[in-house]
């Protein structure tokens, strides 16, 4: 029999991403050279113009020096210069318990005021005593005690599997064992296994994964600060058969789009007994995706507000050599299972969808337009520029195939004659209507105005330095953005060579601590962290640069802010309000557009434009503070360095067992960590 997670594997073992961005030997030294350069020139220019740097910087190498020491400093120093940190000495530093942190955690269970018993669930058969042995070991030396553990042996055929089970079950009373007369496939397995729960909640461990030894206490810990909670996931990596760690996926939190397009949950996957037990448990006939659609039908029964993520590492997934060598039935039946589990999720809530394969083998939601397709304005600020708006304009009237929609020209004051000419013409023949902004530059003002002016129910803001390259692009971001629970919609955007532009934006990320875009000049094609930069999401912001939105959604929240933020931010700052107003935003990569960065007015980088950003940016950090740093979409233990989806150094993640005396300590912790990546950046 093939389970769920020698399938599953196969997957994530061919389409996974490498946290670190260059892959060879040789990408490596490219990599050092280009960020030894950079470091060496930018930096010390960065100190000139912003002395208070050097402070904050001596200020934030002592904060590294003090949690981890001289040879924490050293990797850290190592990293800004060469853009690279090693996942193994990450784990040695950051994700390796020592005596002392053990003796912590033992102190800490003893202090909680909350114990549920966790009952962990493991189907087997025919499994390697290795694997097997090592397991169930891993369930045996957990800190955390008030577990059992529940397997269900599906027959196997290999005589040492029952030798080494009834050995196990004899050692310990909380190791509980039935042995299937019949063989049944992990679905109906997995329900012999929950026969014999008795804990309020329930783990999933295949049968030669491995849990660290901290794994139940950190989700104790979870269940101590949220008793409502009724499904918890943590991040995982993989482990190979020489017990070497590696691929590390660091979840977003509770993401619902990311959800349809890959298991987000999969493991460690801790669930609350009577809600499995209320919705039928495993069901037989979606082997190979059992877990994803448990997953589904859980996250149905409970509100999202009881679903919790734990930023820790607590799942290490094994690879085996040799694993991925699956035929290709194999891999079909996998694919099967997981259309088939999408399938039932939509004809449970009625939606009509194309459920599509997706690059990686994972899986695009498509959702259709209504009958009769809603009116759409695009509204185009520009000054000048003539030939990036005749290129955009273009680019629209001869690509775009939605069929309802207007564009509104938002003119700031053109004064080149020619421009000028050509927007005579335009508004001659009425293939645009033309708006005058008579008025100083102020972005979000403009849009705010051509907003009101606006005849369109949905709102497409553009800059006039995009082009289109998708055809269905608009289509792609309206179907999105008349879900009921959507708010903004932004799209994947690419420079002219082909590199990627936006491929929407992370709170916190870059230099200057407010928001930044990740995958910047990555190759068009990558797939990111766990196929993320080519997967429908849920991201807490987007650019403006193409954004689309119901106009009822952009009027609720009073539109831009062009009070505090004229120029720069202002998009972030909608998209987190638009939040705060309880939509979820999204980015899709299937509606794509090239996107000249600031070709009309150009950066913020002479003195009067350097104080009006500042403003700005001081504005947003007061305004926001401390979800600044702590994105959803994001990870505490990923970077806050310009490119993004690093390895953070150190993590913005407090351990539960060092933070518990002193919780306000964990904000204190997290601003600090952050702030020291911005200053080495």
């Known amino acids: 029999m093939m389970g769920e997670s020698e399938k599953s594997k196969l997957r994530r073992d061919t389409v996974g991403y490498s946290l670190f961005p260059h892959g060879t030997r040789r990408g490596e030294a490219l990599g050092f050279i280009r960020n030894a350069i950079y470091f060496l020139f930018r930096g010390p220019s960065a100190i000139i113009y912003q002395p208070r740097r050097i402070v904050r910087t001596i200020r934030s190498a002592l904060f590294v020096l003090r949690r981890g020491g001289l040879k924490a400093l050293r990797l850290r120093l190592m990293y800004r210069v060469s853009g690279q940190l090693d996942y193994d000495s990450w784990i040695k530093i950051h994700d390796t318990l020592t005596a002392a942190d053990r003796c912590a955690i033992r102190q ?43 397997i269900a042996d599906d027959a196997s055929t290999e005589f040492h599997v029952k030798r080494i089970l009834e050995e196990y079950r004899t050692k310990d009373r909380r190791i509980k064992v039935i042995f299937r007369e019949k063989n049944g496939h992990i679905s109906v397995a997995s329900n012999s296994a929950l026969e014999l729960a008795t804990g309020k909640f329930v783990a999933l461990l295949d049968h030669d994964d491995v849990l660290p030894e901290h794994a139940l206490y950190t989700i104790a810990v979870e269940m101590n600060d949220h008793r409502d909670a009724d499904l918890i996931y943590s991040d995982e990596d993989k482990i190979n058969d020489e017990g070497r760690r ?153 690509k775009t195939t939605y069929p309802n929609f207007d564009v509104i020209i938002l003119d700031n004051q053109s004064d080149d004659p020619d421009m000028l000419v050509y927007l005579s013409e335009l508004e001659r023949t009425k293939a645009v209507q033309i708006l005058r902004y008579d008025a100083p530059f102020n972005y979000a003002a403009i849009n705010n105005y051509g907003v009101r002016h606006a005849r369109g129910e949905i709102i497409g803001l553009l ?23 959507i708010g903004a919609v932004g799209a994947m955007l690419y420079f002219p060579d082909d590199t990627i532009q936006h491929a929407g934006v992370i709170l916190g990320l870059g230099v200057y601590g407010v928001a930044a875009h990740p995958y910047q000049r990555r190759p068009r094609g990558l797939q990111g962290q766990m196929g993320r930069a080519l997967l429908v999401q849920n991201l807490t912001a987007v650019t403006a640069a193409c954004l689309v939105l119901r106009r009822a959604v952009f009027e609720e929240v009073a539109g831009m802010d062009e009070l505090n933020l004229p120029v720069a931010f202002n998009d972030v700052d909608l998209c987190l309000r638009i939040r705060e107003a309880g939509y979820r935003n999204l980015w899709t990569p ?48 990923l970077a806050l360095d ?29 601003q600090s960590a952050a702030a020291f990546e911005r200053d080495f950046s």
């Open 246 to 398: 590696y691929d590390p996926y660091f979840k977003p939190d509770w993401n619902p789009d990311l959800f349809l397009s890959q298991n987000l949950v999969s493991h460690l996957g801790v669930y609350r007994t009577s809600i499995i037990r209320q919705i039928g448990g495993f069901r037989p006939g979606y082997e190979g995706s059992q877990d994803w659609d448990l997953a589904m039908r859980v996250v149905e029964s409970i509100p999202l507000v009881h679903i919790r993520h734990v930023p820790h590492i607590l799942y290490h997934w094994r690879a085996i050599r040799g694993s991925a060598a699956l035929t290709e039935d194999q891999k079909n039946y996998v694919h099967a299972a997981q259309f088939k589990t999408l399938q039932s999720n939509f004809d449970r809530s009625g939606d009509d969808v194309a459920i599509l394969p997706a690059v990686g083998g994972y899986w695009r939601i498509r959702y259709p337009l209504p009958q009769s397709a809603p009116h759409v304005t695009l509204l185009i600020p520009t000054r000048n520029g003539l030939s990036l708006l005749q290129r955009c304009l273009g680019s629209l009237f001869d």
């Open 642 to 670: 310009q490119d993004g989806f690093m390895l953070a150094y150190p993590p913005r993640v407090a351990k539960p067992w060092l933070a518990e005396e002193v919780r306000p300590g964990v904000k204190a912790t997290t």
């Open 590 to 637: 299937y509606a794509e557009l090239y996107h000249r960065e600031s070709a009309s007015r150009g950066f913020d980088d002479i003195p009067n434009k350097k104080v009006r950003f500042q403003k700005e940016r001081d504005y947003m950090i007061s305004r926001w503070g401390e979800v600044l740093v702590s994105d959803p979409a994001y990870n505490p233990n």
């Open 463 to 485: 800059n006039n330095d995009v082009e289109v390259i998708s055809p269905d692009w608009l289509e792609e971001m309206v179907t999105h953005a008349l879900r009921p629970d």
């Open 108 to 150: 800490h269970i003893e202090r909680l005021d909350y114990k549920p018993v966790i009952s962990v669930i493991m189907p087997v058969y025919n499994t390697d005593r290795r694997w097997l042995r090592a397991a169930i070991d891993s369930v045996v030396e957990q800190l955390y005690d008030k577990w059992e553990l529940c």
